[in-house]
């Protein structure tokens, strides 16, 4: 059975760091692309990052390019998401996917298995 969990979310300041992380299980973690979403309240789900097999290709998104880093434990099943100089929002759950595509896409219909999300908070 395919899980994605996610952790590490909570209430932060504007400029301060987060890193949250996605752990998987069901299935060989380092076979698929991943990815991270968000999704405000109201709001459609927003592709943030994805990442290929290894370390060495990912696709960052222009809204947090340059903050933001994706990168990936397959020895530890494990995906991250590392936010830098966060900015104040209104909050939005986190959710990290898998792939069923072989590209780094940002399509979210092109991911075939979700999270259930972990949320962020950027207030002062």
């Known amino acids: 059975q395919v899980q994605l969990v996610e952790s590490g979310g909570g209430l932060v300041q504007p400029g301060d760091s987060l890193t949250i992380s996605c752990t998987a299980s069901?299935?060989?973690?380092?076979?698929?692309?991943m990815g991270w979403f968000r999704q405000a309240a109201g709001k459609e789900r927003e592709f943030v990052a994805a990442i290929a097999w290894s370390n060495s290709h990912t696709n960052i998104a222009n809204s947090v390019k340059g903050r933001f880093t994706i990168s990936r434990d397959n020895a530890k099943s494990t995906l991250y998401l590392q936010m830098s100089r966060l900015k104040p929002e209104n909050p939005a759950a986190y959710y990290c996917?898998?792939?069923?595509?072989?590209?780094?896409?940002?399509?979210?219909?092109?991911?075939?298995?979700w999270g259930k999300g972990t949320q962020v908070t950027v207030s002062s």
């Open positions: 996917a898998r792939a069923s595509d072989l590209y780094l896409t940002s399509r979210s219909g092109l991911y075939e298995r």
């Open positions: 069901g299935y060989t973690f380092a076979s698929k692309i």
